[in-house]
């Protein structure tokens, strides 16, 4: 295996509970090229004492000390403090399994680098005192049409190459829904995307989270219904769309220059509502999830 430079970029907050079971599971990797990149977003707890007292103790370790402009804005903040061939996203609180980032690299290295690429893998669901909730999907479907309603997967499980990188802070969006999201839109459009059907994390599930994944399918419903159909959700999908083609609509081939023309209408559009309700490509994995876009759709909503 080439011995690729790996920075894992982590942003933290108030982690001080977990973040030294993450940090371990992280050094401990097998793959050891590594550089473990930490900006801390503002933490009004012992945090940042707890890194300090790691970076102390390994030459690895660099921590960036800044205010807070939120996870997603701090993700893109770490990725240009850091310089390596490939990064790895890092959220402070879950258990990585030790050979994640040696199977990232054998993914990426089979790559052509020149184009935005990135590996993601599974994780599973734990609890706080990481008590085993259940098993996340398997088998996961991803392509540019469907990373334009749902982000594949969790941003801890994604590395991505030096390309990527760098049309991510040379390209900075106005806004966008995560910065994993971003990430596996660009990647999906212009690039590679490949998957290591393995749980390579185990992601600990707490009231703080920001999103509904692992939550059970009833308090799943309720978070769609709090944050897209009632909250900004979906006017923020839309927008995400709208960012993407002003900045990477001649980049795009052909054909995902088509399907994204159908799908980021800015107005509303009877026969464009139609098109997408009857749009022939199956989108969201789960049928229920589809039968509601494709309302959704028709209505106008998105």
């Known amino acids: 295996m080439e011995n690729k430079k790996v920075a894992v970029i982590m942003s933290t907050y108030n982690g001080e509970k977990f973040i ?8 401990n990797q097998t793959y050891k090229n590594i550089e473990l990149i930490i900006r801390d977003d503002g ?7 707890i890194i300090k007292e790691y970076e102390k103790n390994n030459s690895n370790i660099k921590l960036h000390v800044g205010n807070n402009l939120g996870f997603v804005k701090s993700f893109f903040e770490l990725l240009s403090l850091a310089e390596a061939d490939y990064y790895a996203y890092a959220d402070q609180d879950d258990i990585w399994i030790e ?4 199977l990232a690299v054998e ?3 089979k790559l052509d680098d020149t184009y935005p690429n990135m590996c993601f893998g599974n994780s599973d669901y734990y609890d706080e005192n990481m008590n085993f909730l259940g098993y996340g999907d398997k088998n996961k479907k991803y392509s540019f049409l469907r990373a334009l309603f ?3 997967g969790q941003g ?5 190459n030096n390309r990527t990188r760098d049309l991510i802070i040379n390209n900075m969006p106005d806004s966008c829904f995560f910065h994993d999201w971003w990430t596996y839109l660009l990647c999906s459009g212009l690039g590679n995307v490949t998957y290591n059907n393995i749980t390579t994390v185990k992601y600990r599930r707490r009231k703080e989270n920001a999103t509904s994944e692992g939550q059970g399918y009833m308090r799943l419903i309720i978070w769609r219904f ?3 159909l009632f909250g900004n959700g979906m006017k923020d999908i839309k927008q995400q769309m709208l960012n993407y083609k002003s900045i990477f609509y001649k980049d795009l081939s052909e054909e995902n220059k088509k399907i994204l023309d159908l799908f980021s209408n800015e107005k509303y559009n009877i026969i464009k509502a139609i098109k997408k309700c009857f749009y022939p490509k199956r989108i969201r994995s789960k049928i229920s999830d589809e039968i509601a876009l494709r309302i959704i759709f028709l209505f106008g909503i998105l």
């Open 107 to 109: 993914s990426l290295n």
């Open 226 to 228: 709090k944050n897209l």
């Open 99 to 102: 050979n994640k980032i040696e």
């Open 43 to 49: 933490s009004k707890d012992n945090t940042v004492d």
């Open 20 to 27: 030294r079971e993450q940090l371990d599971s992280i050094l």
């Open 150 to 152: 749902s982000c594949v």
């Open 156 to 160: 801890m499980t994604f590395t991505i």
